[in-house]
């Protein structure tokens, strides 16, 4: 149980935390401008950035003096509080939950392959013409025709499913793997950017059992990697601000698989946070 001082000074410090991380975000929001870097992770991930600024201390804890919760959803109120609703969470979503922990858990379990160079970004513009590229707005760094080269010279081996889906039709059977959503947890491995970036994904789908600082963490990091996603895709990011990381050459793939292995380790102990709550809500 969490009296009323010690609750609302984290729900301030959460608060404090998400308008820094979604501010610039928000902003743009509302002039209707566009980011090609950051807006992804408020499209392919559905949810505005006002979404992260509500705290929630996670399943099992009880919030004293909390009464303006007792109507909110998936709350419960109980003898002293109120508290997340797990055994509601958990009986409205079982599939989510346990779809959640086998993925985070097999993930976990592989050692991170750091050789496939962020090609699927490669893949998804492969022997397109100019107006079908997903960022209108960047130029490709090494043309259509370098672009295609790239991706044709290269070992594809794209693990993810939500990455591999949006490969050209011309490039899909390059890839050596054709995962699906059905064998997610047979084949997410900890070095994919995506996977990691999933956290986040995750977070927010078990939410609101999942501690607000556990899903500000998933989220600050699938902010971070979601930069090395676009400086390692064949798109020109400098007038963002940003450097390439020109995975044809190879001191690129060496600044790539450093940079994918520092990641895999920053979301290890993420990862492990993610599945203690799945355990938790699959034991109430």
């Known amino acids: 149980m969490l009296p009323p001082e010690v ?17 610039q975000a928000a902003q743009r ?16 991930y559905a949810w505005a950035p006002g979404k992260l600024q509500r ?3 996670g399943a099992g804890v009880v919030l004293a003096g909390a009464d303006e919760r007792a109507d909110w959803a998936n709350y419960v109120a109980v003898p002293g509080g109120v508290q997340v609703d797990a055994a509601g969470i958990v009986g409205r979503r079982r599939a989510t939950v346990t779809l959640a922990r086998d993925v985070l858990v097999a993930t976990r379990g592989r050692a991170p392959q750091l050789a496939c160079f962020g090609l699927h970004e490669w893949a998804m513009v ?6 079908q ?3 209108a707005g960047l130029p490709l760094r090494l043309g259509h025709d370098g672009t295609d080269a790239v991706v044709e010279s290269h070992r594809i081996r794209c693990s993810h499913h939500d990455a591999f889906r949006f490969f050209t039709p011309t490039a899909v059977p390059l890839n050596e793997l054709q995962p699906t959503r059905q064998d997610q947890p047979a084949q997410e491995q900890p070095g994919c950017l ?3 970036m999933d956290l986040y994904r995750w977070a927010m789908k078990l939410s609101p059992a999942v501690p607000g600082e556990l899903l500000l963490d998933c989220f600050e990091l699938a902010k971070d990697v979601r930069v090395l996603d676009m400086r390692a895709s064949p798109y020109d990011v400098t007038s963002m601000g940003l450097t390439p990381v020109a995975i044809e050459t ?18 290890d ?13 699959l034991q109430v």
């Open 194 to 196: 995506h996977a990691t």
């Open 126 to 131: 492969h022997r397109t013409r100019p107006e």
């Open 250 to 267: 190879p001191e690129g793939k060496a600044e790539y698989a450093r940079a994918q292995r520092e990641f895999s380790q920053r979301a």
């Open 29 to 44: 929001r509302s002039r209707g401008e566009a980011h090609p870097v950051e807006d992804f992770l408020y499209t392919y």
């Open 269 to 281: 102990p993420l990862r492990v946070a993610l599945v203690d709550v799945c355990e938790a809500l």
């Open 55 to 57: 705290w929630h201390p």
């Open 133 to 135: 590229v997903r960022h």
């Open 7 to 23: 609750w609302r000074e984290r729900e301030r410090r959460h608060a404090d935390r998400a308008a820094a991380l979604t501010g």
